[in-house]
Nanobody, 116 residues
Framework: QVQLVESGGGLVQAGGSLRLSCAAS????????MAWFRQAPGKQRELVAR???????IYADSVKGRFTISRDNAKNAMYLQMNSLKPEDTAVYYC??????????WGQGTQVTVSS
């Protein structure tokens, strides 16, 4: 079983920055990819950014050029550096881990609130 714990959320003014962290622990199944998703009130959960085992990264169009996803394999951690934050970035951000067997694991989420 894999456990994911997010941290780093909070309240920030528009134009500010936050760095989210996701710490992974538990079973060492082969990891296919790790990702950040977000869900705003009344909206569906959406992909923000994904980093593949190869290191390839994918971003939602809405965050390209502002957010950067990264991994530290030695620490079993993933990060999301968020710059130039906008009020529309306000959401609960979730860490996701997908294994080679297509198992998916989720963290409990961390709230990000951007004030205008």
């Amino acid at each position: 079983q894999v456990q994911l714990v997010e941290s780093g959320g909070g309240l920030v003014q528009a134009g500010g920055s936050l760095r989210l962290s996701c710490a992974a622990s538990g079973s060492r199944l082969g990891i296919s990819a790790m990702a950040w998703f977000r869900q705003a009130p009344g909206k569906q959960r959406e992909l923000v950014a994904r980093i593949m085992a190869s290191g390839t990264t994918i971003y939602a169009d809405s965050v390209k050029g502002r957010f950067t996803i990264s991994r530290d394999n030695a620490k079993n951690a993933m990060y999301l550096q968020m710059n130039s934050l906008k009020p529309e970035d306000t959401a609960v951000y979730y860490c996701n881990l997908a294994t080679m067997r297509d198992d998916n694991y989720w963290g409990q989420g961390t709230q990000v609130t951007v004030s205008s």
